[in-house]
């Protein structure tokens, strides 16, 4: 009963999403209600969702094996949190929890949007019922996440034992809010296109939307980072995994879209630009869908599908992005100009900072694509790697990071005023750090080496806009700015640091063997079982020791029944200067035990410098959001 | 000098344009040397594999052959893709699902005398994974 109910609200939102677009283009008649009508349809459209994926929930929960998607995927003795989480572990609920998010953000929008004209605000919300409709087709078409199967098996085969961890429940729901989320940036640039309204009025209405769709990516990512991290055992932060690429595409196109819309709103600059990276964006999002649900990847994020589902969303996004590029072009000619201002200023800093994330998009989306379009043209099966987008990515990431370091100080529209003793404290610091490691480190690669000094430099420079303020009258919106600016200084720093410095070992060892890696003595006391809920495991315990501190470390070999599968759950012990990191392996015929071990200096900052970026997010959207209200009383109390 | 607004969407313009470029140039010159290609055994019977480059194997793992030397890290096994089969040998913890008679990729370079040396094995996490080429060659058969 449960699944059907489901099936009929995904059916009810479409038919809604279908009214809403109807609504917005004008066929309702009536004016001036019919705003209020829009708004009622897409906070509707939004509810009836959601119900659809609290019915998907609910015969997870219940691991009613009739519905196929759950016999598939899902086990009866698995514990609740994956029984919950495991809705979105799979290609159908994944796709649910993507269009809800699509239809939430919309009837967010309908709820609380009021900085929009009437007329803007209607067409915004036709194009994101626009967007939901396609998607609700696909769901309903090629991806019927409520199909019964029959007979009924006894049980379920199983969520793959990668996901079977606490990550899985908040990594998706918090990437997709910021994938989604870009949705509404999506929209409204439709919508100012159409309503020839581009200006900062828009981009003011823009920016709250695109910041908190922002600092959920910029978690997500981070959080998603650490999981990839801890549980594949292989001592890696980022593998240039086509699926994390997709994630990181929208993030580039998001933080320029960030900056540009600052010029916008404050100086009316890069109108057409800031459109098209609104559109971009999302865009972008929409691409990264389609590579990871299209099934032409197979990787841990890519569960399978049937590559028909590919033409489809490949129709989609043809749809979608083709025809707001169209509309784009069409409309480009009638933007008008934005305040001029000149080469060394802050708007030229932020069009710097824009280029640069443009050409390092760039960059990922053709070493992304490239393999997918080589094998369709020639046949030939390529892959493209680590090496690639190391070597091409990284260096412009530092050139930008260095950028960082000067445009914050620099004055709207044109300074003229010497430029030297302002960037000084944070290019003496770097110039230092360089030399330091010259002669202290002299056998790092050059990455990491430049890596350290920019991103040391990078912490003084990202405090200066404080400097010469009151530290009470600064705006949030300021010190945001400050902490996510340092926050990439601290995830650089961490990024080279663990590149730099890491030392690894890799060891066949008996009870009793002892084995260096970095300041720490590892000795290997014993391998024990383990049981679990749904799994049993060996479990190896190991005595780390350094100077006076000891600690055990216990990484385990997980054996799953459902489905039969073997991970490796490695054993990670956090110290304010690093982490070690311990992975058990196979047992020889000879009783040996293989085991590898890294120690990993200041790894941590990677992912609290994210986490900092996000929280930099979160500070400038409520100082924005409480100086709007502020000055809407404002307003009322002068009409008053 | 401010620049005039009729220039300055001129500039931004090329600007853009330049970055675009840029960045296609930066990545067609990455991805000249840098493109790991992927190749199965029966590239690598056929003679076509360089030797010292580094590239992506991928196939199954052959049932039976999956040998552990004395030193107890270091494992060996030959890949097949139905047709052809390459030795590979590996110095390492192999990844979780790796077995015999699952898809593997091997990420390594073929040394002169056509023993694949891997750096990096990754298992493919879903068992109903097959290396891409799999299921053109079933369905040719």
């Keep these: 009963m449960i699944a059907e109910a489901g099936l009929a609200a995904l059916w009810l939102a479409a038919a809604l999403a279908a009214l809403?677009?109807?609504?917005?283009?004008?066929?309702?008649?009536?004016?001036?209600?019919?705003?209020?009508?829009?708004?009622?349809?897409?906070?509707?459209?939004?509810?009836?969702?959601?119900?659809?994926?609290?019915?998907?929930?609910?015969?997870?929960?219940?691991?009613?094996?009739?519905?196929?998607?759950?016999?598939?995927?899902?086990?009866?003795?698995?514990?609740?949190?994956?029984?919950f989480a495991g809705t979105w572990g799979n290609h159908e609920g994944s796709m649910l929890l993507w269009v809800t998010v699509l239809a939430l953000a919309g009837a967010v929008v309908a709820m609380f949007e009021r900085r929009l004209d009437e007329r803007t605000l209607s067409v915004s919300l036709g194009a994101q019922a626009a967007l939901a409709l396609g998607f609700f087709a696909f769901l309903l078409i090629a991806s019927n996440p409520f199909e019964r199967l029959d007979p009924v098996p006894i049980d379920g085969r199983g969520l793959n034992p990668l996901l079977q961890d606490p990550g899985l429940a908040f990594h998706p729901p918090t990437l997709y809010l910021g994938y989604v989320g870009l949705s509404v940036a999506f929209s409204i640039a439709v919508g100012g296109l159409i309503r020839r309204e581009v200006g900062p009025a828009i981009a003011r209405a823009m920016r709250p939307w695109v910041l908190a769709a922002w600092i959920m990516l910029t978690l997500g990512i981070t959080a998603g980072s650490y999981w990839a991290y801890y549980e594949l055992g292989w001592g890696g932060w980022w593998f240039w995994d086509p699926v994390e690429n997709a994630s990181l595409m929208p993030w580039l196109a998001a933080t320029a879209l960030l900056?540009?819309?600052?010029?916008?709103?404050?100086?009316?600059?890069?109108?057409?630009?800031?459109?098209?990276?609104?559109?971009?964006?999302?865009?972008?999002?929409?691409?990264?869908?389609?590579?990871?649900?299209?099934?032409?990847?197979?990787?841990?994020?890519?569960?399978?599908?049937?590559?028909?589902?590919?033409?489809?969303?490949?129709?989609?996004?043809?749809?979608?992005?083709?025809?707001?590029?169209?509309?784009?072009?069409?409309?480009?000619?009638?933007?008008?100009?934005?305040?001029?201002?000149?080469?060394?200023?802050?708007?030229?800093?932020?069009?710097?900072?824009?280029?640069?994330?443009?050409?390092?998009?760039?960059?990922?989306?053709?070493?992304?694509?490239?393999?997918?379009?080589?094998?369709?043209?020639?046949?030939?099966?390529?892959?493209?790697?680590?090496?690639?987008?190391?070597?091409?990515?990284?260096?412009?990431?530092?050139?930008?990071?260095?950028?960082?370091?000067?445009?914050?100080?620099?004055?709207?529209?044109?300074?003229?005023?010497?430029?030297?003793?302002?960037?000084?404290p944070g290019l003496l610091v770097a110039i230092a750090v360089l030399l330091a490691g010259f002669i202290l480190f002299p056998a790092i690669t050059w990455l990491p080496r430049l890596g350290l000094a920019v991103g040391a430099g990078l912490v003084p420079a990202s405090f200066q806009p404080l400097f010469g303020r009151s530290l009470r009258r600064t705006p949030l919106a300021v010190w945001g700015m400050v902490l996510a600016h340092l926050g990439v200084a601290v995830a650089i720093l961490g990024m080279a640091s663990d590149s730099a410095f890491t030392s690894e070992r890799l060891a066949a060892a008996r009870p009793g063997d002892r084995i260096e890696v970095g300041p720490w003595l590892v000795e290997f006391r014993s391998v024990m079982p383990a049981v679990g809920p749904n799994w049993t495991a060996l479990e190896a315990e190991l005595r780390a020791s350094r100077g006076s501190g000891v600690t055990i470390l216990k990484p385990q070999s997980r054996y799953f029944a459902e489905p039969p599968t073997t991970t490796n759950e490695a054993a990670i012990e956090t110290s304010w200067n690093g982490q070690l990191y311990a992975v058990v392996g196979e047992q020889d015929g000879q009783g040996r035990w293989q085991l590898r071990?890294?120690?990993?200096?200041?790894?941590?900052?990677?992912?609290?410098?994210?986490?900092?970026?996000?929280?930099?997010?979160?500070?400038?959207?409520?100082?924005?959001?409480?100086?709007?209200?502020?000055?809407?009383?404002?307003?009322?109390?002068?009409?008053? | 000098m401010i620049v005039r607004p009729k220039h300055q969407r001129l500039i931004l313009l090329s600007l853009a344009l330049f970055a675009l470029m840029g960045a296609v140039l930066l990545a067609m010159w990455g991805l000249r040397d840098r493109a790991a290609y992927f190749v199965t055994p029966s590239d690598i019977a056929a003679g076509t594999t360089p030797p010292d480059k580094a590239m992506r194997l991928g196939g199954m793992v052959e049932k039976g052959s999956l040998r552990r030397d004395a030193d107890g890290l270091t494992i060996r096994f030959t890949v097949s893709d139905g047709r052809a089969i390459t030795p590979v040998v590996y110095r390492g913890i192999a990844p979780d699902l790796f077995r015999e008679g699952s898809g593997v990729i091997a990420e390594g370079r073929l040394n002169p005398v056509g023993l694949f040396v891997a750096d990096t094995i990754l298992a493919k996490h879903d068992e109903r994974y097959m290396p891409p080429q799999m299921p053109d060659r079933a369905a040719a058969k």
């Design chain 1, 20 to 83: 809403q677009l109807a609504l917005a283009l004008g066929l309702g008649g009536g004016e001036g209600r019919e705003i209020r009508t829009v708004r009622a349809v897409a906070l509707a459209q939004g509810l009836v969702t959601t119900i659809a994926f609290a019915a998907l929930i609910a015969v997870f929960l219940r691991s009613d094996m009739s519905v196929l998607l759950v016999a598939e995927n899902s086990h009866s003795q698995k514990p609740w949190l994956y029984k």
């Design chain 1, 259 to 424: 900056h540009s819309i600052n010029v916008l709103a404050a100086r009316g600059g890069l109108r057409a630009w800031t459109m098209m990276l609104a559109l971009v964006a999302f865009s972008m999002s929409m691409v990264g869908t389609f590579l990871v649900r299209s099934g032409i990847l197979t990787s841990v994020h890519s569960f399978a599908v049937d590559p028909t589902r590919g033409a489809f969303i490949l129709a989609l996004l043809a749809l979608y992005i083709g025809g707001a590029l169209t509309l784009f072009a069409f409309r480009v000619a009638h933007v008008k100009e934005g305040a001029p201002f000149e080469i060394v200023s802050r708007e030229g800093g932020l069009v710097a900072n824009n280029l640069l994330l443009s050409v390092i998009l760039g960059i990922v989306f053709v070493g992304t694509l490239y393999p997918l379009v080589a094998e369709a043209l020639t046949g030939e099966k390529l892959s493209v790697g680590p090496p690639y987008f190391n070597s091409v990515a990284s260096p412009l990431a530092l050139i930008l990071a260095a950028l960082m370091m000067i445009a914050p100080q620099l004055r709207w529209r044109r300074d003229s005023a010497p430029l030297l003793s302002r960037i000084a």
């Design chain 1, 597 to 640: 071990l890294w120690w990993k200096p200041f790894v941590t900052l990677i992912w609290l410098g994210g986490f900092l970026i996000a929280l930099g997010g979160a500070i400038a959207l409520l100082g924005r959001t409480l100086r709007e209200r502020r000055q809407r009383r404002h307003v009322e109390e002068a009409f008053a």
